[in-house]
């Protein structure tokens, strides 16, 4: 079982191919309302709803077993159980390790019998935990007034704007109608799928660069050094296979900037608060939250089975092997990936406010 947290604390456990897998969170205060409704908003999200995603069909069939009564917390720990329907293993017979997954290491560490199971524990099937138990944090944060936005803001070598106090003052509006593809723009998003589908007809696949805005995180959240805020988001962040880099505000773009360009003055605004004019530094100084909106990216890397010819290895016989994996398998996986960015973004906000919080109860 996997465990992160400090006081709410999240579990997973099962893999791509059991018969079913199971989230528990621990220390939701009772009387919170969770709705259903929500969860399956965020999994359809999931979904392949494109040529280019997967043609795998799970009905992600889930039940909570406990900590949810009538959409309401009870105190308990929720436990929630999700269902596989594709259970069965590589018929192929072979010990292929498929380039850039993660066979290898996890027969490395495990042992051969689990390379029949798929990707196992490191499966992107896995994520449906993550988009459910995501939906339940982004659910009680915003009861807080924090909520958690995301957009394909890159594919290939194409890209749109980043956010910015203008696209984000309404971004609902501002941000393209269709959930399963989010872009700023419609006709950003019109360019991805136009190229995204010719990547599928080359049986190749495609990486994105995901940026991500949390919203409405008043100052003063996080801790210098171990604790930072980019350090607990960057480690949910890692969490989520596929996923290979991180920056927050300007990131790496800071190698091509003067200090002079990279500055965030302080102004008093008209409601006498402090802000900053600009956001280089994403909403965190030293590892704390300075009120400004949170905004990082993520790299999402191209989805290793294509349906080229590949060459490796057979792991028992030691024999170069070349194949072609006709699988169902996804030709682009950014606009899926997201549900489970913005949840676990949501889980890293959460638990600062709920150990803070009972930090500063234990201090009085």
Do not use: W
Request: proline share 3%; glycine share 10%.
């Amino acid at each position: 079982m996997n465990t992160f947290g400090k006081k709410i604390l999240f579990s997973i456990y099962g893999e791509s191919r059991s018969p079913k897998m199971t989230l528990v969170i621990e220390g939701i205060n009772p009387g919170t309302k969770i709705s259903k409704t929500s969860i399956d908003t965020e999994l359809e999200k999931r979904k392949g709803h494109f040529c280019f995603n997967t043609e795998r069909k799970e009905k992600d069939n889930y039940e909570i077993e406990s900590g949810i009564v009538n959409e309401i917390t009870d105190g308990k720990d929720i436990v929630i159980n999700v269902y596989n329907n594709k259970t069965q293993r590589d018929p192929n017979g072979d010990y292929f390790l498929r380039p850039s997954h993660s066979d290898f290491s996890r027969i490395e560490k495990y042992g051969i019998d689990n390379f029949t199971k798929g990707g196992g524990s490191s499966s992107g099937r896995m994520t449906v935990l993550l988009t459910i138990a995501g939906s339940i944090f982004e659910q009680i944060i915003l009861q807080q007034g924090i909520t958690v936005v995301s957009h394909v803001q890159s594919v290939l070598d194409l890209s749109e704007e980043r956010f910015n106090d203008n696209n984000l003052a309404n971004y609902e509006e501002k941000m393209s109608k269709d959930g399963f593809f989010p872009t700023i723009t419609n006709s950003f998003r019109d360019e991805c799928i136009k190229r995204l589908e010719k990547i599928k007809q080359e049986k190749d696949s495609a990486g994105s660069i995901i940026e991500t805005a949390i919203l409405g995180v008043n100052s003063g959240l996080g801790s210098p050094f171990f604790d930072s805020l980019e350090s607990v988001i960057s480690h949910l962040m890692f969490s989520i296979p596929a996923i290979k880099g991180i920056d927050f505000g300007d990131g790496f773009g800071y190698a091509r900037e003067k200090g002079s360009q990279a500055k965030d003055e302080f102004e008093v605004d008209n409601f006498g608060q402090i802000r900053t004019k600009a956001n280089h530094n994403g909403g965190i100084n030293g590892g704390i939250s300075n009120g400004a909106p949170i905004i990082f990216r993520t790299v999402v890397k191209p989805a290793p089975t294509i349906g080229q010819p590949l060459t490796s290895i057979d792991y028992v016989s030691k024999k170069t092997i070349t194949k072609t994996i006709d699988g169902q398998n996804d030709s682009f996986i950014g606009n899926r990936i997201i549900p489970s960015i913005d949840g676990m973004a949501a889980y890293a906000v959460l638990d600062l406010l709920y150990t803070e919080a009972r930090e500063n109860y234990e201090k009085q």
